[in-house]
């Protein structure tokens, strides 16, 4: 594919937000980035969403967003791969761009999901499942995450308490993000001692349901905004079962390595070029699972990467460097473009006190369900 | 963009399915495109769909149908503009491959609305409306419609009857094809006489919720499978409003209208080259806005081609010739791909009874909420 640039960025705080909709959100997301960018309106919106239709009784919410941006008569629509629907529409406007099609384009990822009873929201969240192997049984989400857990544990060796490190990590970060949802540290004390949810899964184990949206503008071109330029090097996208009774090996995400793999190829890197990893740490589990599928640690190692620290910031390979899906929060179609942003503002030196040193590749990470739509973006700063 | 060719398709009869699931319907029908191309598994899938989550309680249907149909470790996804999305899909495997990022696609256009209740249905249907400016007030998508029907006859004084040959000739023609669901033909007596379901919207102004899938293969390459060769010479979409209030003239679907002008252009080509013009009439209010929008006739005479028989077949500008939305079906999200399967057979000369005579060039157009989200596709036999 033709080189596609990002030019401009914006976010909305992570929150339960009471005094604006999702199309608030999602419009306020996409006018910072189009602010940002300075060019005008782009050729074509590409939205990254998964329940609105369910928790905000709106379908066609491209069409909306570019309504209420004031796109008419340019092209918009809607992408949905679960919780990677994000970096889908990411993915999608990078093609449209490189085909020629459009010069310019803006994804906004946006969810709202605090305005709908907790039932209603888990029971949205357990279609991102297979329904009829899944869901149908009454497996949720975070069900499916503690099954997961469980076996990892038993496979590896590996205590419940040995995962701590992931999510104190990731809210150590947070703090210094005003965007994120939970900036307040955690300890390994009020780690072990957090309710449970779904054992062995509890609630520090967990990302937290929230509203939010990230917005990018795309371009065929690097332009002149006194930022430094930010290219995309790879893209892949791998799929594999719904449901984990079909993968050959739960524990391990095969579809995850595959797209990883994909990428380092399409941007002829490795591993240990990478200088910033921001993965899908939904639960503390898909954090070791992310780091292993990804090749930078063997199978079963990753919670030793967090324990050595070496997931710091300022450590080996740095990830949830703004709180992750953790801390800074998980609207689940907005993660992908949050975890795109931030990695832009590490690769042009303004993230602040949790910048990472060796800032020139930064890998992301996004999943959609318990590892069945993957997709993976390197982006370099020129 | 460069060029890329439909190299395989497929579809299931347009019903209301007992014995098959949402999966199995797509599944069907992609099978059938792969078998009919002959090439194998293609680069990657692009699912149409509106509302597999509210109906089918699964999200990443996307992801599921590679699940299904076994393309695991190949990416997938899933594209929503409510009534346009199955175009929407199909132009998004158009910029992948354009773009060089996949050879060849599969495109799936799959809704199975018959499982719930009817009430839960029309609420589905309703999300394609502005939910906080329309549905929130109790507007249904009929409703919508029978507003535009209302001022429509207001404006230029046809009578409600004026428009039964838009039905007669939709079911006239879906005699002759076996994946239509409606199949026998009409009158105006009938049509006349059928029961009201929002005034003056009745029966058999109305498509009916179905089931179905289509599909289709797209490539880089014509291929050799002793079909004549399809290309596709113009892709465009627009938005316009959520909302009718919003619009300038709500019977005029200024979307429409320049998604078809710039198809137009792309091609280098004029209304007056068009022999086949598979439209939206998921009512048959919206039959006469897009043959208008679409430059067959001026703003107010879409009625008058259909009672001259202009919209026949063998006659001007042939329309709805397998039976279109209103008695092929309309599934929602699989719309737009049957009327690109429909429009290909017909290229190829394998309409059967209802084949049109120009057969170079063929224009669909396809519809999201009332007139917000349209795609229209210009294809041509080489």
């Known amino acids: 594919m033709n080189k596609v640039f990002i030019v401009g960025i914006g976010q909305t705080p992570v929150s339960e937000s009471w005094d604006k909709s999702l199309k608030e959100l999602a419009g306020d997301a996409g006018l910072m980035a189009i602010e940002d960018a300075g060019i005008g309106y782009p050729d074509g919106l590409f939205v990254g969403n998964m329940m609105a239709i369910t928790a905000n009784h709106q379908a066609q ?5 570019a309504d ?3 796109f008419h008569h340019k092209p918009a629509l809607a992408v949905e791969t679960a919780c990677s ?3 889908s529409a990411f993915r ?5 761009i490189a085909s020629g099609e459009m010069e310019t384009a803006l994804v906004i990822g946006a969810e709202k999901m605090t305005d709908s009873p907790g039932s209603e929201i888990t029971a949205s969240l357990a279609t991102a499942a297979d329904a009829e192997l899944e869901a149908d049984f009454g497996l949720s989400f975070v069900g499916l995450n503690a099954l997961l857990m469980r076996r990892y544990m038993h496979e590896y060796g590996w205590k419940h308490e040995d995962f701590s490190d992931f999510s104190i990590n990731a809210h150590a970060n947070a703090a210094h993000n005003p965007n994120a949802r939970f900036r307040n540290p955690i300890t390994r004390d009020s780690f072990t001692r957090s309710p449970m949810i779904s054992d062995p899964i509890n609630l520090l184990d967990a990302s937290p349901v929230s509203d939010g949206a990230a917005a990018i503008i795309l371009s065929s071109r690097p332009i002149q905004n006194g930022r430094k ?6 893209s892949a996208s791998m799929t594999d079962t719904l449901s984990l009774q079909h993968r ?4 391990h995400l095969k579809a995850a390595e595959a797209s990883a793999k994909t990428a380092y190829a399409q941007a002829g890197l490795s591993p240990s070029d990478i200088g910033l990893f921001e993965y899908h740490d939904a639960f503390s589990i898909m954090s070791a699972l992310s780091l292993e599928a990804a090749g930078f640690c063997a199978p079963g190692e990753g919670p030793r990467l967090a324990k050595e620290g070496k997931i710091k910031f300022n450590s080996d390979i740095p990830v949830a460097t703004m709180g992750g899906l953790k801390a800074r929060g998980h609207p689940v179609g907005a993660t992908g473009v949050y975890q795109l942003v931030e990695a832009t503002l590490q690769l042009q030196g303004l993230a602040g006190p949790t910048q990472v040193k060796r800032n020139r590749y930064a890998m992301t990470q996004n999943i959609g369900g318990s590892g069945s739509n993957i997709v993976t973006h390197i982006l370099q700063s020129e």
């Open 92 to 96: 999608m406007a990078l093609m449209a």
């Open 68 to 70: 209420w941006l004031g």
């Open 61 to 65: 919410f491209g069409t909306l967003m």
């Open 248 to 251: 050959e090996k739960a524990v």
């Open 85 to 87: 629907s994000g970096s």
């Open 229 to 234: 330029p930010v290219s995309v090097v790879a």
